[in-house]
T-cell receptor, first 114, second 112 residues
Framework: DQQVKQNSPSLSVQEGRISILNCDYTNSMFDYFLWYKKYPAEGPTFLISISSIKDKNEDGRFTVFLNKSAKHLSLHIVPSQPGDSAVYFCAASDSGGGADGLTFGKGTHLIIQP | DVKVTQSSRYLVKRTGEKVFLECVQDMDHENMFWYRQDPGLGLRLIYFSYDVKMKEKGDIPEGYSVSREKKERFSLILESASTNQTSMYLC???????????FGPGTRLTVT
């Protein structure tokens, strides 16, 4: 059973506009959330994270929002740039749960159109 | 900068061969992980290790084994490669098991 879900396999956004990538989770023990970006033939790179004690974290053009009651988080990219075209993975973990690591979603392929 | 390196970027093996994928990290991380990435399936955890000589099964350990003899090195072994093990293999390491993981560049393995 998928504990982290990214329901949109792909998303197309015009350059300069806002990209919003969504992620839902089912495990109420998750308290730490991360977004990764992956280009083809490369390993994923860490983008931004958020702890469950916060509802927003911002880093430059990237902002992650967390809605704990809805078990939902989203990544906003403003403004979107061509280099943002990549697969984005949402990941979650239970910081008190031992050595189980991160649980990843299946990814959303973001395409930025000129 | 954290560096995670993988022994090969591309590998082609025949069915039935024994395959070794090596991963080395230079940040003295306790935890190391092996994933495979397939289209539409995301990143699936094969095995992880939280200490030298320790290993834990992930979500899809069947057909794989691992070895961690030194802290910096984590090896993934395909005992008898099969065509359904054709995939992108990604190694990662982290300080804390729940925290940010640093990934290597990946190995694209093709089994024919």
């Amino acid at each position: 059973d998928q504990q982290v879900k990214q329901n949109s396999p792909s998303l197309s956004v015009q350059e300069g506009r806002i990209s919003i990538l969504n992620c839902d989770y089912t495990n109420s023990m998750f308290d730490y959330f991360l977004w990764y970006k992956k280009y083809p033939a490369e390993g994923p790179t860490f983008l931004i994270s958020i702890s469950s004690i916060k509802d927003k974290n911002e880093d430059g053009r990237f902002t992650v929002f967390l809605n704990k009651s809805a078990k939902h988080l989203s990544l906003h990219i403003v403004p979107s740039q061509p280099g943002d075209s990549a697969v984005y993975f949402c990941a979650a973990s239970d910081s008190g749960g031992g050595a189980d690591g991160l649980t990843f979603g299946k990814g959303t392929h973001l395409i930025i159109q000129p | 900068d954290v560096k995670v390196t993988q022994s090969s970027r591309y590998l082609v093996k025949r069915t039935g061969e024994k395959v070794f994928l090596e991963c080395v990290q230079d940040m003295d991380h306790e935890n190391m992980f092996w994933y495979r990435q397939d289209p539409g399936l995301g990143l699936r955890l094969i095995y992880f290790s939280y200490d030298v000589k320790m290993k834990e099964k992930g979500d899809i350990p069947e057909g794989y084994s691992v070895s961690r003899e030194k802290k910096e090195r984590f090896s993934l072994i395909l005992e008898s490669a099969s065509t359904n093990q054709t995939s992108m293999y990604l190694c990662a390491s982290s300080t804390d098991s729940y925290d940010e993981q640093y990934f290597g560049p990946g190995t694209r393995l093709t089994v024919t």
